[in-house]
């Protein structure tokens, strides 16, 4: 028995089927497109309502439900939206762009077509910044196009019909951008870095709410793999309908490592279009995968070549808020926090506001940057609370930062009063002024402790006295630990300067 084991861990060692070994000689490449729908109040090509959870097919018309006859008509906000996102993608707008059929048969696409953007898209040459294995990395966007959702089939049968598919076109014509990646993702950790990134800048310029729940992102992630060295890309998998970034770093994970294993048996990959399955962790095969030309796309005759010329372009992208990356570095730059903490706290606009707003009005915005996220965002976490929904506001925050900075409270007391904000849902100022400690104001108890804290601490008196004035901080700070936070700190600072003087 024993010689077979080790027989058998031999074998492990050296056999091409290790998976570390086979990772360490083939090499993944992903490229991800990504949908992203747009907030405009009504549809691209007609003026029906994209409001989400309406009543099935309450939100159609003619134009939307593909009926002969009516013509679309471009919406603009539609467009100004995606110059916005495009621009903020750091890709160019091309100032014609055109719109094109992409025909294929579907129950949920009436027209039998598609209208999106072809060879002439509205912007290219874009790209994302990450954080990659080695530092900072480029990620590539080859374009940003406009097009038409379809509907959506719901596969969940009709009460006592059973097995029935229905159909909804709510989401018939409701705007999108498509923007798809170059294929300059090396690793599934770096495939969900830059979807983290490209939703928070879509966030930021406001044009989606991102929701994936609701379908608003969803991303199809294409990936191969290929011998290290090697120049030409290998075949690539398309794997669709992953509903989280998580999802999605896991389904690439499988697939680099399914497609080692169908190469290192000496397999072939087919392209295809492959489904994951999220309970049981795999990939399954949907169909071969269609080649752009099955689609027979042509120019959409029914509508003009948008044309975005350099004055209206400058004014749709003069609206751009400052974007994630900016703010990062002015943040850093301007209240000396790390690149950690900008980071957390550029998560989202309102985030980066409110963190703001408390930073400014706080003596130490480093502390307030501590506060937040070590006190405030795991507790609103824990409540399910967005930070919107606060109950301690950014007044409160700042309040409580000085509070600590001056050791009028210590951090032990600062978090009990942080947990009765939140079990009472009340602000901070009025927990503090209800809870706060009882002010010590009695000048012979002060000065007893300060005489215990001076004879406790004969080295810094030294100094103090041979002119190093700054220790006088240290005996602040051991005095008001000493009172457990409840000496007043004016006579504090007082009487000390005194007796060490
Ligand atoms: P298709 O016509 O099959 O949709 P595209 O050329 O439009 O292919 O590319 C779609 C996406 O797939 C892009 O994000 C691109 O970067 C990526 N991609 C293309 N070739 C490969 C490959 N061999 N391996 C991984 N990703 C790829
Ligand atoms: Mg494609
Ligand atoms: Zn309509």
């Not at 992953?242 to 048996?265: D, G, K, M, P, T």
């Not at 804290?453 to 901080?473: D, S, W």
Request: hydrophobic share 35%; net charge negative; charged share 25%.
């Amino acid at each position: 028995m024993i010689r077979g084991a080790r027989h058998y861990n031999q074998e492990m060692v050296t056999t091409p089927e290790d998976p570390v070994a086979a990772q360490s000689r083939y090499e993944p490449v992903i490229g991800l497109e990504v949908h992203v729908q747009l907030l405009t109040r009504t549809k691209i090509f007609c003026g029906c309502s994209t409001q989400f959870g309406d009543p099935p097919n309450s939100n159609v018309c003619p134009v939307c439900l593909g009926l002969p006859g009516p013509l679309p008509v471009l919406n603009q906000r539609a467009v100004e939206f995606a110059v916005l996102a495009a621009t903020a993608l750091n890709c160019k707008i091309n100032q014609t762009s055109i719109f094109a059929r992409k025909n294929y048969f579907y129950p949920d696409l009436p027209k039998g077509y598609q209208i999106s953007q072809y060879d002439k898209p509205l912007a290219e040459h874009g790209y994302i910044e990450i954080k990659g294995a080695t530092g900072l990395k480029r990620i590539g966007i080859t374009r940003v196009h406009l097009e038409e959702d379809a509907g959506k089939s719901l596969h969940d049968g009709l009460p006592d019909s059973g097995d029935w598919t229905s159909i909804d076109l709510n989401r018939s014509g409701v705007p999108l951008i498509e923007i798809v990646s170059e294929p300059d993702i090396a690793l599934p950790d770096e495939a969900h870095e830059y979807l983290t990134r490209l939703k928070e800048i879509i966030l930021y310029t406001g044009v989606s709410d991102c929701n994936m729940e609701e379908g608003s992102l969803r991303c199809d992630a294409n990936v191969s793999i290929r011998p290290r060295g090697e120049t030409r890309f290998g075949t690539k998998a398309e794997v669709k309908n992953v509903n989280s970034f998580r999802f999605i770093r896991h389904a690439l994970e499988y697939e680099i490592e399914r497609h080692q294993q169908v190469l290192e048996s000496g397999g072939r990959i087919v392209q295809e279009t492959r489904l994951y399955n999220s309970a049981e962790g795999k990939t399954y095969s949907m169909r071969s995968k269609e080649q752009a030309h099955d689609y027979r796309y042509f120019p959409e005759p029914d509508l003009l070549p948008l044309v975005v010329d350099e004055k209206w372009r400058k004014q749709i992208t003069d609206q751009l808020p400052e974007l994630p990356a900016a703010r990062r570095a002015r943040m850093v730059e301007q209240y000396g926090i790390t690149e950690y903490d900008a980071t957390t706290l550029t998560g989202t606009r309102s985030l980066a506001d409110q963190f703001e707003e408390a930073a400014k009005a706080a003596k130490n915005p480093k502390r307030v940057a501590n506060l937040v996220q070590s006190e405030l965002l795991g507790r609103l976490n824990a409540a399910g609370l967005e930070i919107e929904q606060s109950p301690i506001s950014m007044e409160g925050v700042a309040m409580s930062a000085d509070l600590v900075e001056s050791g009028a409270i210590s951090g032990k007391m600062l978090k009990e009063l942080y947990d009765l904000a939140f079990g009472r849902r009340e602000d901070f100022p009025a927990i503090y002024e209800k809870e706060k400690p009882k002010q010590l104001t009695d000048i012979a108890a002060i000065e007893k402790i300060i005489d215990e804290v001076i004879a406790a601490n004969p080295r810094q008196l030294e100094q103090y006295r041979a002119g190093k004035k700054t220790v006088i901080g240290f005996f602040v700070g051991q005095v008001m630990k000493a009172s457990k936070g409840q000496a007043n700190p004016a006579m504090v600072n007082e009487l000390l300067a005194k007796k060490l003087g």
